[in-house]
């Protein structure tokens, strides 16, 4: 009696077998997608770090060239570092006063 039952079971036991299969299949498409879509982005990403590096280099190239052509020209060290330092710092708005862009308080009304 107990091989009469099993016996309906042997089809649906291949139904499952090859589903299974057909998952692993899919799950194993979409990993390896996965993986060159992966390898792709980072040889993207080491393409833009190269030519990253290579602007840096050229910066500093002409940033040399600079200094030395205005060395060249008679400009101090001291006057270079000022030079620098003025380039570091933000210009100010107006003398004191407030910028255009300022947002008054008290609704609105300007202390006068």
């Known amino acids: 009696m107990l091989t009469l039952a099993s016996v309906p079971q042997l ?6 077998m090859v589903g ?3 998952l692993g299949r899919k799950q ?3 990993s ?9 982005t980072y040889h993207d990403i ?12 050229e ?8 200094i030395h052509l205005l060395m060249a020209s008679g400009v101090t060290a001291e006057q270079l570092a000022d030079i620098q330092t003025q380039a570091l710092v933000p210009p ?4 004191g006063a407030t910028s255009a862009s300022t947002v008054t308080s008290n609704n609105g009304v300007t202390p006068s």
């Open 92 to 95: 100010k708005v107006g003398n």
């Open 28 to 30: 194993e498409l979409q």
């Open 32 to 40: 390896e997608e996965q993986f060159n879509t992966t390898m792709k």
């Open 59 to 66: 910066l500093l190239r002409q940033s040399h060239m600079i």
């Open 20 to 22: 299974q299969g057909l």
């Open 46 to 57: 080491e393409q833009i770090t190269a030519h990253l590096s290579a602007q840096d280099d």
């Open 11 to 16: 089809p649906l036991m291949i139904v499952i």
